[in-house]
């Protein structure tokens, strides 16, 4: 059975930095994609970055180019490095795995892609 638990979150200012950790405690099974989402007061859960089993990485537009995604070489872990981070970036970060059923793109377009979540942590970015 898969259990996944993050760590990493927690309140910083605008233009630093964060990174939000996953680890897989159940079931050893590396061939999975991996996804994180964000999910704001009052909003829906979006995807924000994504690896799947090949080491192929997504990241939404409003990340691109700020946020890293890495897996652990045994694939029960991966690790999103965050930069420059804005207010905007503030939520509840889930992390959330499942086989590769899709290309990764398409995966974390939508939460039901996703079988196995995380309890979630949280970002608070001020300005």
């Known amino acids: 059975q898969v259990r996944l638990e993050e760590s990493g979150g927690g309140s910083v200012l605008a233009g630093e930095s964060l990174k939000l950790s996953c680890v897989n405690r159940?079931?050893?099974?590396?061939?999975?994609?991996w996804g994180w989402f964000r999910q704001a007061p009052g909003k829906e859960r979006q995807g924000v970055v994504g690896i799947d089993k090949n080491g192929t990485t997504t990241y939404s537009e409003s990340v691109k180019g700020r946020f890293t995604i890495s897996r652990g070489s045994a694939g029960m872990d991966v690790t999103v490095q965050m930069r420059d981070l804005k207010p905007e970036d503030s939520g509840m970060y889930y992390c959330a795995l499942d086989h590769c059923h899709d290309p990764i793109a398409t995966m974390i377009e939508d939460v039901e892609n996703f079988g196995y979540w995380g309890e979630g942590t949280q970002v608070t970015v001020s300005s």
């Open positions: 159940g079931f050893v099974y590396s061939r999975y994609c």
